[in-house]
């Protein structure tokens, strides 16, 4: 498993390179910028080819081109973003489910230390890159608890979960539910489902579980209602503000699309958004850099002048 783990992960970064260059490509940048590619020169060309297919099987096409139309240059590789799209063709419920779950996966890799040291050092060689020109990824995903296969398949084996729950209130307190299903807000996981003994539907947000989780040795214990909606649970899942924010021309669009409102300023768009958790929030400015400017509230503006001086103090 962990080649195979090597492998996906290298795909994904390569897929990231080439979605986020301005420009194309060459065999050599790839190697040196790209996590994975280890071995002789012959070795290398070997990977990037089976690479290059496994990636077309998918339906992600690869442009090869050079970088001067006049001269018999090298080839250069990069993937468009207007041309990246999957054939999904006619697919189930469930396998669209599954689809989903890999989707997060996906968001949550464009952030993983080994893309952002792709990008890092396509920069440091002089080559413009941009995460935000790669679609539908977004930093707001965090790994999953450690037992979120265990609560997936009690889901779908309709078993209970007995946990310690650290509550609003920061006292931890034993949990019985029947779950019913999983799902992602603002970055974090959170489950739904009937609390046994509240005799209510309830919402727990996975990161705030205290120790192992117990799974019911029952099978089938429970039936979840036909009604159930998980998004309508999420939407009263804990309360959220508004920031205001300057964003400059053709930046930033991770936070362009939770826009609520957008004013034309010239140079810049004055924006609004929602936003539920200030860490993550101060994370996705500081990810845009000087294309992102906070006006309000007062207390994320702080939030963000101390994490610039704590990153300014540990790297001068």
């Known amino acids: 498993m962990p080649t195979v783990s090597r492998k996906i992960e290298r795909l994904i970064n390569l897929?990231?390179?080439?979605?986020?260059?301005?420009?194309?490509?060459?065999?050599?940048?790839?190697?040196?910028?790209?996590?994975?590619y280890e071995g002789s020169a012959e070795t290398k060309e070997r990977m990037f080819e089976r690479d290059k297919d496994d990636l077309r099987n998918l339906g992600i096409e690869i442009d090869v081109g050079g970088f001067d139309p006049a001269f018999d240059d090298e080839a250069g590789y990069r993937i468009k973003s207007d041309k990246y799209s999957l054939d999904l063709g006619d697919i189930s419920g469930v396998e669209i489910a599954l689809l989903s779950l890999a989707a997060e996966a996906w968001r949550g890799a464009a952030l993983d230390s080994a893309a952002q040291s792709a990008l890092l050092k396509l920069k440091s060689m002089g080559i413009d890159s941009d995460l935000d020109s790669i679609p539908s990824i977004s930093p707001l995903i965090r790994t999953p608890h450690t037992d979120f296969?265990?609560?997936?398949?009690?889901?779908?084996?309709?078993?209970?979960?007995?946990?310690?729950?650290?509550?609003?209130?920061?006292?931890?307190?034993?949990?019985?539910?029947?779950?019913?299903?999983?799902?992602?807000?603002?970055?974090?996981?959170?489950?739904?489902?009937?609390?046994?003994?509240?005799?209510?539907?309830?919402?727990?947000r996975l990161d705030r579980f205290q120790g192992e989780i117990t799974v019911g040795k029952e099978s089938g214990a429970f039936e979840i209602p036909a009604d159930f909606n998980i998004l309508s649970s999420l939407s009263t899942e804990g309360s959220h503000e508004i920031a205001t924010v300057d964003i400059r021309k053709g930046k930033a669009h991770l936070m362009r699309s939770g826009a609520i409102s957008l004013v034309d300023m010239g140079?810049?768009?004055?924006?609004?958004?929602?936003?539920?958790?200030?860490?993550?929030?101060?994370?996705?400015?500081?990810?845009?850099?000087?294309?992102?400017?906070?006006?309000s509230p007062e207390h994320l503006r702080s939030a963000v002048i101390t994490a610039l001086t704590t990153l300014v103090g540990l790297h001068g």
């Open 267 to 295: 140079e810049w768009d004055r924006v609004t958004v929602n936003f539920f958790d200030v860490t993550r929030m101060v994370d996705l400015v500081l990810w845009h850099g000087d294309d992102v400017l906070v006006i």
């Open 15 to 36: 897929t990231i390179a080439l979605l986020a260059t301005k420009r194309f490509l060459t065999k050599q940048e790839i190697f040196t910028s790209v996590e994975g």
């Open 149 to 204: 296969q265990s609560i997936s398949l009690a889901i779908s084996q309709r078993r209970t979960l007995s946990f310690s729950y650290l509550s609003k209130e920061l006292d931890i307190q034993a949990r019985r539910i029947q779950p019913y299903a999983i799902a992602t807000q603002q970055g974090y996981w959170y489950l739904a489902g009937n609390d046994l003994d509240k005799g209510s539907l309830r919402t727990f």
